[in-house]
């Protein structure tokens, strides 16, 4: 049956059009994501290309207290390209999840765009990372545990560098599978805080048995550097925005 030239489509029909004119079609897929994962791709080809052995034994120091013992004694400059590459990969990373979370549940920054919420939380995890190098000096210089300290750093460092070759995987299933988004950022939270309680353990055991400090100067010394700047800058986040 062909219709009259001037009569509208949904003439015989119980249909009701929502739309009398052409609708235009728009795309919200966000493409700035996609560009953050072809960085960390390309960091990661760099990475491998210029210092694959030397990634594979910051990895292996993770798990194994022989590896870490001999890495501290030669890292000497944290601003080797590998590590600063590393390290850009993690902050990447953890940010991109953090980001994620607060889009799910809404927290904070939620007047802001995609990218604006990812970059707010980038400068608030550097400007946390920023203080935490400032702040070591600080307690190196005045309880003169330097090589304590020192030592810290580094295993903290390295931590961090294996979480975040572990965490992209997850950040890539939570971005681009289509999994239920809360199991995949389940695992990376899970998996950061699995880190987190390694580097702390690290640092208790240094403290004890190697250097044979107090438990409550160990203890004071999480609380200035790990625990207290972090709660009063999520305070300050929810109190604000």
């Known amino acids: ?4 030239g001037n ?3 949904f003439s015989d ?3 009701r059009p929502n739309h009398h004119e052409a609708v ?3 795309n919200t897929e966000l493409v700035w994501p996609s560009l953050l994962f072809i960085v960390c791709l390309f960091l990661l080809a760099v990475v491998k290309y210029r210092a694959f052995p030397r990634v594979l034994r910051i990895v292996q120091s993770t798990f194994s207290p022989q590896i870490l013992q ?3 004694r030669e890292e000497t400059n944290a601003l080797k390209f590998y590590s600063l590459a590393l390290h850009a990969f993690f902050f990447f990373n953890l940010t991109f999840l953090l980001y994620k979370i607060n889009e799910m549940h809404g927290l904070v920054f939620t007047d802001k765009s995609s990218f604006v919420q990812f970059a707010l939380f980038l400068l608030i995890i550097l400007l946390l990372s920023g203080g935490k190098i400032i702040l070591n000096g600080f307690i190196s210089m005045v309880t003169g545990e330097r090589r304590l300290v020192s030592d810290y750093v580094i295993s903290s460092s390295l931590v961090n560098q294996t979480c975040g070759l572990f965490l992209f995987p997850w950040i890539v299933l939570l ?3 289509r999994l239920n988004p809360s199991l995949p950022i389940l695992g990376a939270v899970i998996f950061v805080g699995m880190a987190v309680f390694l580097k702390w353990y690290r640092g208790l055991m240094m403290g004890l048995v190697e250097q044979r400090i107090g438990l409550l100067q160990i203890f004071s010394y999480f609380c200035g550097l ?3 700047p972090l709660l009063v800058m999520v305070k300050y986040i929810i109190e604000t925005f």
């Open 1 to 4: 049956m062909t219709a009259a």
């Open 7 to 9: 009569e509208h489509i």
């Open 13 to 15: 029909h119980l249909l």
């Open 24 to 26: 235009l079609y728009t």
């Open 70 to 72: 001999q890495l501290e």
């Open 175 to 177: 971005q681009f599978s």
């Open 226 to 228: 790990e625990i207290l």
